[in-house]
């Protein structure tokens, strides 16, 4: 299959998405990390972050390679590393890769770049009057 340009958007952002999320949801299950556990985790993601980095300097894509197919297995693509679009596809998505792993390590650290969906709905004007008790609702006006 030929990977226009619509191809490479839906590959690209699954494959930023299924990193960000895969990570985040390996923190919410994962267990309680001692503080030397937690350095060593961040070395390791800085050290992937500078592999991505080297990579994109020598413009060697086959750190991309297995994260594409597997991207493109998802949403059921065969991906041909034939086609003349492969070594765009594959560059950009050192770069998503280096973005996420970015996000990831920000994530890492309790940096996120939103509030929790979570709190958001609860901010929500039905989830706050819900909260409010009935004698203080009569007093806003």
């Known amino acids: 299959m030929a990977i226009g340009q619509d191809m490479m958007a839906e590959l690209l ?3 930023g998405c299924f990193l960000v999320e895969a990570r985040e949801l390996a ?3 994962s267990p ?10 961040a070395a390791c993601s800085q050290a992937a972050i500078d592999a991505l980095r080297h990579s994109l300097r020598l ?8 994260p594409l197919q597997e991207a493109a297995m998802r949403l059921g693509v065969v ?11 594959a560059y950009r998505a050192l770069r ?6 970015a996000e990831n390590m920000r994530r890492d650290t ?7 969906p979570y709190f958001h709905s609860a901010r929500s004007p039905a989830a706050i009057q819900s909260v409010i008790p009935p004698d203080v609702k009569g007093m806003r006006k």
């Open 13 to 15: 952002g699954e494959l």
């Open 27 to 29: 923190r919410e299950v």
């Open 32 to 41: 309680y990390l001692t503080t030397d556990a937690a350095a060593y985790e």
């Open 59 to 66: 413009r060697d894509r086959e750190a991309a390679r297995t």
């Open 79 to 89: 991906l041909n590393e034939d086609d003349e679009d492969w070594p765009c596809l």
């Open 96 to 101: 998503v890769m280096l973005d996420a792993a």
């Open 110 to 116: 309790g940096v996120y770049s939103a509030p929790s």
